[in-house]
Nanobody, 110 residues
Framework: VQLQASGGGLVQAGGSLRLSCAVS????????MGWYRQAPGLQRELVAS???????NYADSVKGRFTISRDNAKNTVYLQMSSLKPEDTAVYYCAASRFWGQGTLVTVSS
């Protein structure tokens, strides 16, 4: 099983980024997918999730700013991040069931 996250980088506050996570080795369409993040010194937290049916869930801190979506034809899950804040700086991970990707760093400068 592989989860390959990409799209991180350095962005100014107020900017946008789109993260992608390409998945292989599982039946992608049947799995709930999640994006998590871990900032230095803090625990990993759930940012957003999307079920196989397309239902979404967001952390309160990102509601209205982030959008999770999936493309089952491409076995890929996305996280569109807008109105980014310095406190969004973290390593972002995608996950499916017990499997995790390697993480992609998002840095938001003030």
């Amino acid at each position: 099983v592989q989860l390959q996250a990409s799209g991180g980088g350095l962005v100014q506050a107020g900017g946008s980024l789109r993260l992608s996570c390409a998945v292989s080795g599982i039946i992608f369409s049947r799995n709930t997918m999640g994006w998590y993040r871990q900032a230095p010194g803090l625990q990993r937290e759930l940012v957003a999730s999307i079920t196989s049916g397309g239902s979404t869930n967001y952390a309160d801190s990102v509601k209205g700013r982030f959008t999770i979506s999936r493309d089952n034809a491409k076995n890929t899950v996305y996280l569109q991040m807008s109105s980014l804040k310095p406190e969004d700086t973290a390593v972002y991970y995608c996950a499916a069931s017990r499997f995790w990707g390697q993480g992609t760093l998002v840095t938001v400068s003030s």
